[in-house]
Nanobody, 127 residues
Framework: QVQLVESGGGLVQAGGSLRLSCTAS????????MGWFRQAPGKEREFVAA????????YYVDFVKGRFTISRDNAKNTVYLQMNSLKPEDTAVYYC????????????????????WGQGTQVTVSS
C-alpha cells in the first residue's frame, strides 16, 4: 500500500504561483507513473499533468501547458507541480495519484488507471 500526502496549496491572487508537493511512502516510487488531477466544486475530477517513473516524459492537459510544470525527485519520493500564472478557473482541490502499472496503458490522463490517491490540497485563486 502506498500513501500519498500532498502539501503546498493555499490562497493566491491571479497571476501568482504555487508549488504543490506530493510525498509517497514505500520503496518503489520510481516505478510509478505519477499524476496530478483536480476537482472544482460541482465538476468531475480532471487530469492536469503526469510524469513517467524516470521523469523523462511529461504530459499536460492543454489548458495548463506553458503555465504548469510537473517534476519529480525519486530520491525524495516526491512529485511536484509548479503552477505559474494562476487563474481563478484553476481553483480546485488538487490530488496526486500513483499508477503502479504504467506499462499497461498509455492513457496517462485516465483516472481509473491510478491505484493510489492523496487526500487533496485546496488551491484558491482570487481575481
Amino acid at each position: 500500500q502506498v500513501q500519498l500526502v500532498e502539501s503546498g496549496g493555499g490562497l493566491v491572487q491571479a497571476g501568482g504561483s504555487l508549488r504543490l508537493s506530493c510525498t509517497a511512502s514505500g520503496r518503489t516510487f520510481s516505478m510509478y507513473r505519477m499524476g496530478w488531477f483536480r476537482q472544482a466544486p460541482g465538476k468531475e475530477r480532471e487530469f492536469v499533468a503526469a510524469i513517467s517513473g524516470s521523469g523523462g516524459r511529461t504530459y499536460y492537459v492543454d489548458f495548463v501547458k506553458g503555465r504548469f510544470t510537473i517534476s519529480r525527485d525519486n530520491a525524495k519520493n516526491t512529485v511536484y507541480l509548479q503552477m505559474n500564472s494562476l487563474k481563478p478557473e484553476d481553483t480546485a482541490v488538487y490530488y496526486c495519484a500513483a499508477d503502479r502499472n504504467p506499462n499497461s496503458s498509455d492513457r496517462y490522463y485516465y483516472r481509473g488507471l491510478y491505484n493510489y490517491w492523496g487526500q487533496g490540497t485546496q488551491v484558491t485563486v482570487s481575481s
